[in-house]
């Protein structure tokens, strides 16, 4: 069988967020900072049940009342300019 | 900056039957949506009831649209938040065009779907179903000629069914193949439980099947034993619970998807693979509330099921732990566009009472507050069985941490 994309911004797949566990031994977190899953354009919003669900299957970490992977501004792609502030007040 | 009362994220049916309430108090009110049209979720829906009546999503969104106009409501399209900060006594809503300050924000941004990736499910032709019900509901463009729907429940059993009224045709609907994400939604068993549970409310046909029998466990196991070959026909569409979609084929853009047959526990039956040739595919892989920036402003969330994931913590009157953050619609938890416009109509009365000092409102709120559930208890579309539960829940771990 083909491999699975998880996260297709990075183009991550199951293999790749597999074998970094395998390799590192890590937490979810370190595990998607290491395969920058979730991390990419759309800023998890179409994978992150996904990547959510791989990590908690391959780190056995319990899904918390926390959100697994912390949301951070902005959440949404933002050109510097606009960051900046230099089309606003 | 300008002052307002309220800045409402979102111009779903719970956005705007928020502002409705807050500008007929003629509370000063931003409505800010990334769409170019305001309605939200709301768009692109069209089914029919089970009394024989329609739910026409873009007249339900016109007729709220056309409401809020009327109170001179400032909606601002095609603006996306991407942060919201927390000052001393005040807010201020970060967009890609501008900041606007308010005293309070209700947060109203929906639900999103859930991937259910599968081999091949990043091809050009696969697109979630949702995105097939808002191309052909909301910008009528054809999805394509041929298209199999991956993924068996309420919400794709009724895009389906949309999509088949716009003319496009389907080749049936199929389970996902098993894999670590996919979990419940390949499972046959998992699969035909939540139906059942839910098919008397269900604007379905295939879903009525033979509901009163399948409610005992022996039954469901003998209809997945025997499930026929040709699936179940809903509107003369296959509903397979014993065939599931291993793979999405193609070069530069979908051709077709291997389809396998699979045991009632979900196991693929080796050497049953066979080749359907489509040039789209719809994923379902459900829905889960947006709640990015009420995370973002920090408000506490739970892990809750039968609300469709994390959930910002709130009670019923719609207002989160975080003084002047409320929440209203499907980022409290999935359900239909009804019950999320009665949440909306309590956010904006909470806000109301909140801001000025009008007595009537608190029993206004009340009374809405009793319509949410009423609406809930009267609902065709129910996304999750245990939907009552879900809601005691969270409403109690509102109280434990308010003390
Ligand atoms: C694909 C899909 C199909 C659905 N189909 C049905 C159906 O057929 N029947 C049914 O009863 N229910 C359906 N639902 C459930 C649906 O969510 C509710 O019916 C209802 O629309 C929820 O209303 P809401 O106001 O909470 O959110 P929504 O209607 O989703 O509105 C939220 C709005 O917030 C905006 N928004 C989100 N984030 C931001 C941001 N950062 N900045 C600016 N704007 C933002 C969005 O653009 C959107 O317009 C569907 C949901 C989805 C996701």
Known sequence: MK????????????????DAAKKYNCSARE???RTRAGMGFCGGRTCRPAV?????????????NNIPLKVAPPVRPLSLSDLGGVNHD | MKMHDV????????????????????LSVVVIDEFPKAGGRLLGQLHEEPNGEWWNGIKESNLLIEEAENLKTDIRLGVSVHHVERLENHYVVHTNTEHVAAKTVLIATGAAESAAPIPGWTLPGVMSIGAAQVMT??????????????GVNVLSAAIARELQLAGVDLHS???????VVSEDQSNPRAVMERLVRIAHLAPSKFIQFGSKFATFEFVRNIALNFYPKDGI?????????RKAIKEINGTDRVESVTMVDVTPDGDIIRNTERT??????CIAGGLYPLGELAAVVGCPFEYNEALGGHVPIHNEAMETPIDGVYVAGNITGIESAKVAREQGKVAGLSIVKALTDNAEVAEKVDAAITNVQQTRDEATIQFHPEINEGRATISASFEQLIK
């Open chain 1, 3 to 18: 491999d699975v994309i998880i996260c297709r911004c990075e183009e991550v797949s199951l293999t790749d967020l597999e």
């Open chain 1, 31 to 33: 595990l998607k900072l």
């Open chain 1, 52 to 64: 959510d669900k791989v990590l908690t299957s391959i780190t056995g970490e319990d899904p918390t």
């Open chain 2, 7 to 26: 800045v409402i994220i979102g111009a779903g049916p719970a956005g705007l039957s928020a502002a409705i309430q807050c500008r007929t108090y003629d």
């Open chain 2, 137 to 150: 509901n909301v910008h009528r463009v054809s999805v394509g000629e041929k298209g199999i729907v991956v």
């Open chain 2, 173 to 179: 609907m199929a389970l996902p193949a098993t894999n």
């Open chain 2, 233 to 241: 026909k809903m509107w003369d569409m296959p509903i397979h619970l």
């Open chain 2, 276 to 281: 359907i040739e489509v040039d789209f595919v």
